[in-house]
């Protein structure tokens, strides 16, 4: 069977990622544990297009009537906007208890940075609040669903474990190759959710954004070393341009660059003990986009309106 270009990445039998070439915005991964009675879904996508493409590519590994869980790893909406429509299939929705509640009162399109055609879009009904860890029996195999401790990416963020194949699903925690967004979430707290994902000793990390990465290639570290560098860079200068400006030359090669001045605009309030103002972290963004000349995107899905 022809299957779209989402790009499977079998990791063992019954275990795939769906892996969109990371670029700008709303481009993410999603993933998949099939056992013998049912399957786990990890994330949707962003738009009611790419989410048909990626349900397509799903059935592929599937029996007809296979019931299906998903789980949210985070409420944004490349990762949560497929929800309502496998909902209405008959899925269970999983999320922790604050992206239940931010996916139920959307969908959240932020229009004041982004211009698409979302599509069918409306939230589910109703989300299954996941509050410590929760097995999934799917028949022969499980996987278990885990929230972060803290907050981290966002303040609801959860992970999915298949020890039996050392696969961990980390959604947002992970952004590999691509410039993380800590906007919606804390830095200190991502890095402590750092350390706690080296705890499950995985084989392979299925990042939220970025290729399928080997434990032995050690995919937390770069992420890590980001944070940490901008936790200082920040302790000393509110320049936020002059930070996104190093950032840029420290990571030239990370796409979305204009997330580096929000992210040491959040670090910044974060470590002198203030609020994170959301509007001006929005200006940010648009300001460091217009100033680059770069698309919010490179898919063509999304077009940044200023
Ligand atoms: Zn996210």
Request: charged share 15%; with cysteine.
């Amino acid at each position: 069977m022809s299957r779209p270009d989402l790009n499977p990445v079998a990791l063992a039998p019954g275990v795939v990622a769906f892996h969109q070439p990371p670029g700008g915005w709303f481009v993410s991964n999603a993933g998949l544990v099939v056992g013998a009675d049912a399957a786990l879904q990890v994330d949707t996508f962003a738009t009611e297009p790419l989410n048909r493409r990626l349900n397509t590519a799903i059935d592929a590994y599937l029996e007809p009537g296979t019931p299906r869980t998903v789980a949210l790893t985070h409420a944004h909406g490349d990762h949560a906007h497929g929800a309502g429509a496998l909902a209405a299939r008959g899925a269970t929705i999983l999320a922790t208890p604050p992206a239940a509640g931010e996916v139920l009162s959307g969908p959240h399109t932020y229009d004041m940075l982004f211009s698409c055609d979302w599509g069918a879009i409306d939230p589910p009904p109703d989300v299954t609040p996941v509050t410590e860890p929760r097995t999934v029996d799917l028949g022969g195999t499980s996987a278990v669903v885990v929230p972060v401790p803290g907050p981290a990416h966002t303040h609801g963020d959860l992970v999915v474990w298949h020890e039996e194949s050392g696969t961990l699903f980390t959604g947002d925690l992970l952004f590999l190759g691509v410039t993380p967004l800590a906007i919606s979430g804390s830095v200190a707290g991502w890095l402590e959710a750092l350390d706690w994902l080296e705890t499950f000793g995985a084989t392979t990390y299925v990042p939220g954004h970025g290729p399928v990465t080997a434990a032995a290639e050690n995919p937390v570290a770069p992420v890590r070393e980001y944070f940490e560098w901008l936790r200082e860079a920040v302790a000393s200068s509110a320049d936020f341009a002059a930070i996104e400006h190093a950032a840029r030359e420290r990571w030239p090669d990370w796409p979305a660059g204009e997330r580096h001045r929000v992210n040491a605009r959040v670090a910044h309030a974060q470590s002198h003990g203030g609020q994170l103002d959301f509007p001006a972290g929005v200006k940010d963004l648009l300001t460091s986009a217009a100033a680059h000349g770069e698309p919010m995107t490179e898919t063509g899905l999304i077009r940044l309106d200023l």
